[in-house]
């Protein structure tokens, strides 16, 4: 027979309104299914006084506060940090939050940092806006520099941002020789691991000492959610970044980790087919007369593409184009504008095509591309569709 709802006696009688919030209603139990509950909670019950505890580090204390976490964001993390072949792995509710943590917690008053030029913006922001108010000493470096990065190390240096490859510029970085050097002058190494998906790129085999992702790229891979990571290569930074991350109250949504844990179970298929097609466009693209460079990791024509080719076990959908001198930024705004599949819209690493045009006219220690170069994201639409879409919005281009 099957089991039915069970009810079982109680020795207080109960009022409606109490049953409401105190019901003895038990479902059967050994459910089973492949995939994870969400579990929403802020309240998170003790079993008695005494276990009351207020601790960030439920691995080791057990279940204290939804803020740390439900059983649905541990096991994200858990599976996030299996991937990078880290040691722990916090969440965060984005990218930008993982950012902004990792250098809370790793940073004082005094110290300096290093970031490449071609590190995501609101990354570059955070260190101009509010690590400096905080009486950081920030300095930008090539993203290219190697080991040259020694010679602006200070005594104060303390982290080292490397992203690779780098935003919308596409430099792929020597992180093993920024590591050496880093290291040397105990500095930490910290990664921006998203466009790897945190699975083509083995950061910790190449000396980084903390890497973070955003999850709302691949690993969500649907552009309906936003959350973060940041993995550790050991258990005393995942102590330090634990207590900033407890104070500074960075919960994320157990339904956004659902749904971050469901992106998973298709992340090799859609980074496969996605890097198969965005490779292919972007060979076709750097055969038109229209471009002057194509910046694909896997394309000898991206900065850093030996570094891709050294560390890399794969490519993901997202590349930059620059188009000759001769256009105009009116022209380029009209590539985008004419494009018909290609979406315009920001955060990438969803199934639908997107296009960005970015114009570095005045930006100090970007390479010359000035209004000419456009970012795209390839989705998981056919690759001859969006070939032709390309072809017809450079046609147009040419005569705007
Ligand atoms: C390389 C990179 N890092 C971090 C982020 C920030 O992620 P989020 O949008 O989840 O805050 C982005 C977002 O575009 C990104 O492109």
């Given at each position: 027979m099957r089991p039915r709802l069970s009810f079982r006696l109680f020795p207080m009688k109960k009022n409606w309104k109490t049953k409401l919030i105190h019901s003895d209603a038990r479902v059967p139990e050994g459910f089973r299914s492949l995939s994870t509950p969400v579990y929403r909670a802020s309240t998170v019950l003790f079993s008695n006084a005494a276990a009351v505890?207020?601790?960030?580090n439920q691995y080791e204390v057990g279940y204290t506060y939804g803020l740390y976490g439900t059983p649905t964001a541990l096991e994200l993390a858990g599976r996030i940090c299996e991937l990078e072949n880290g040691v722990r792995t916090l969440l965060t509710p984005g990218g930008q939050a993982a950012i902004s943590l990792i250098n809370f917690t790793f940073l004082k008053t005094g110290d300096h940092i290093l970031i490449p030029q071609s590190i995501y913006g609101p990354n570059r922001n955070f260190a101009r806006a509010v690590l400096r108010r905080f009486?950081?000493?920030?300095?930008f470096y090539d993203p290219t520099i190697g080991a040259g990065i020694g010679e602006l190390m200070k005594e104060n240096t303390r982290l080292v941002w490397c992203e690779s490859p780098g935003s919308i510029t596409m430099e792929v970085q020597d992180v093993d020789a920024i590591a050496a050097v880093a290291h040397a002058r105990k500095a930490l190494v910290v990664l921006d691991n998203t466009w790897a998906a945190g699975v083509y790129l083995d950061a910790f085999a190449h000396g980084v000492d903390v890497t973070m992702q955003a999850l709302t790229k691949y690993v969500g891979g649907h552009s309906d959610l936003l959350l973060g990571s940041i993995t550790v290569k050991d258990e005393a930074l995942y102590r330090q970044l634990g207590a900033t991350h407890q104070l500074v109250g960075c919960a994320v949504s157990p339904d956004d980790c659902s749904l971050a844990l469901r992106g998973m179970k298709t992340l090799a298929v859609r980074i496969k087919?996605?890097?198969?097609?965005?490779?292919?466009?972007?060979?076709?693209?750097a055969e038109r007369p229209e471009v002057e460079i194509v910046l694909h990791p896997s394309l000898a024509s991206c900065p850093g593409h030996e570094f891709w080719k050294r560390d890399f076990t794969g490519a993901t959908g997202v590349f930059s184009i620059v188009f000759n001198k001769r256009f105009t930024k009116k022209q380029v705004e009209a590539f985008v504008d004419s494009l018909e599949l290609f979406e315009i819209g920001y955060s990438w690493a969803g199934v639908t095509s997107l296009a960005v045009a970015y114009d570095f006219g005045a930006a100090k220690g970007r390479p010359g591309y000035d209004h000419r170069i456009v970012r795209l994201n390839i989705g998981l639409e056919d690759v001859g569709d969006l070939r032709s879409d390309l072809e017809q919005a450079i046609e147009k281009m040419k005569s705007a």
């Open positions: 505890s207020d601790d960030w009486g950081v000493e920030v300095s087919a996605i890097g198969e097609s965005a490779l292919e466009l972007a060979k076709w693209l």
